[in-house]
């Protein structure tokens, strides 16, 4: 089965090592993918915490965001030392700070250069080396341009192409607004599938539930999730079932409790404040009675500090009275 059928995007502030851990505990086979590390970050940073992440998070791919081919070539083989399963190159971020870095969106007006960064991490590593990209940029709809950067990075060796199907506007939009405003175009990211049929194409942008993202799975050959995964994890659950045909690591929300409640008292003995942990938590109940005092008991300073690692319990007596009921199991709001 291809190991990118279903992935949760990389996203800054948001895919650090916690919210993968929980999402690991919602799916095995989803591929997970870091935040965007950039190579200065790793080779004058604090690399050992950069490149921090648990085994249980396996599939994980590290995400590099940089333009120097021997820079990136360095970072590379320290995320295959760590153990991680992949290596993308994000050619996909339009902020306007990753331009100042070379980087990001913009590389994909240098095909050359991002073949010649691609050929050398995979001269230094011998984990697959992936591009994570745009359709486009500006507002050029141009066909041939992307075209024509895969096929420039795929000679490179590069066999794995995530592509968000949106331009990208270098001016004039948030990293926010890019999200959103350039307008999807599915048919081209399945144009280069056509036109590529030895490459794995994955479909990145605007997917929000299963049954579209199941849908453009004739067309292409897997599918990445971002915000939707994070704003109502649950949705999760139904990865492992519905694209790889296996049970999910657990079955009802408080099972995943359970789960998160080891690692989260095993994190803060390791020094880690408990609102890293449960952040990426909050969500987890969403639509059911009671999400509402889940959300805003995990979020509360003050429970956080006093509550410590015992938080997750607390917050789970606040969902199952929402109303000063008494309390019911969490089976029984599923």
Known sequence: MNPHRFCVAPMLDHTDRH???????????ARLYTEMVSTGALLHGPRERLLRFDPAEHPVALQLGGSEPDELA??????????????DLNCGCPSERVQRGAFGAC??????????????????????VTVKHRIGLDRVDDYGFVRDF??????????????????AWLKGLSPRENRTVPPLRYEVVARLKRDFPGLTI?????????????????????????????????????V???????????????????????????????????????????????GLPGARNWRRALSDPSLLASAGPRVMDRALQALRAPSGAPPARTEELQ
């Open 19 to 29: 919210c993968r851990y929980f999402h690991r505990q919602l799916s095995r086979r």
């Open 74 to 87: 360095k970072a590379a083989r320290f995320g295959e030392r760590a153990g991680y399963d992949e290596i």
């Open 107 to 128: 590389l994909m007006a240098e095909p050359a250069l991002v073949a010649d960064c691609v050929r050398a991490m995979r001269d230094a590593v011998s984990i697959p």
């Open 150 to 167: 895969v096929g420039t990075v795929a000679r490179a060796g590069c066999e794995v192409f995530v592509v968000h199907a949106r331009n």
């Open 202 to 238: 994955v479909l990145n942008g605007g997917l929000r539930d299963h049954a579209t993202a199941l849908a453009q799975l004739s067309r292409v050959d897997g599918v990445m999730i971002g915000r939707e995964a994070c704003d109502n994890p649950w949705m999760l659950v139904d």
């Open 240 to 286: 492992d079932a519905r694209y790889f045909g296996e049970p999910a690591p657990h079955a009802t929300r408080e099972a995943v409790v359970d789960a998160m409640r080891a690692y989260l008292e095993r994190e803060v003995a390791a020094g880690t404040p408990p609102r890293a942990v449960v952040r990426p938590m909050i969500g987890l109940f969403n």
